[in-house]
């Protein structure tokens, strides 16, 4: 929740008048990794209750190529802060 906050406190709003967008990447959709991302969101929703919220998989345990990968995709995507997973 307070990694949430912080994450909350810090998105600006997009071009346009769009949204700010926030992003966490996950290794697998399970209920461990479920749990920490879910904890994210709620602080997210306290600091910036109008956000965005981006979801993306790895589905790997350890890859730096694919966490990447996906990251960069979330940003492609317009998320102006990640948060990554580190289960």
């Known amino acids: 929740v307070l990694a949430g906050s912080m994450a909350g406190s810090v998105t600006r709003p997009g071009g ?5 967008r926030i992003a966490a990447v996950g290794s697998y959709p399970i209920t461990g990794v479920n749990r920490m991302l879910n904890a994210f969101r709620s602080g997210v929703r306290l600091a910036a209750p109008g956000a965005g919220f981006m979801v993306a998989h790895t589905r790997a ?9 996906a990251a960069e995709a979330v940003l ?10 580190a289960t």
């Open 16 to 20: 346009g008048g769009s949204a700010a």
């Open 61 to 69: 345990w350890a890859d730096p190529d694919r966490a990447r990968k």
């Open 76 to 85: 492609a995507g317009g998320a102006d802060v990640v948060f990554a997973d």
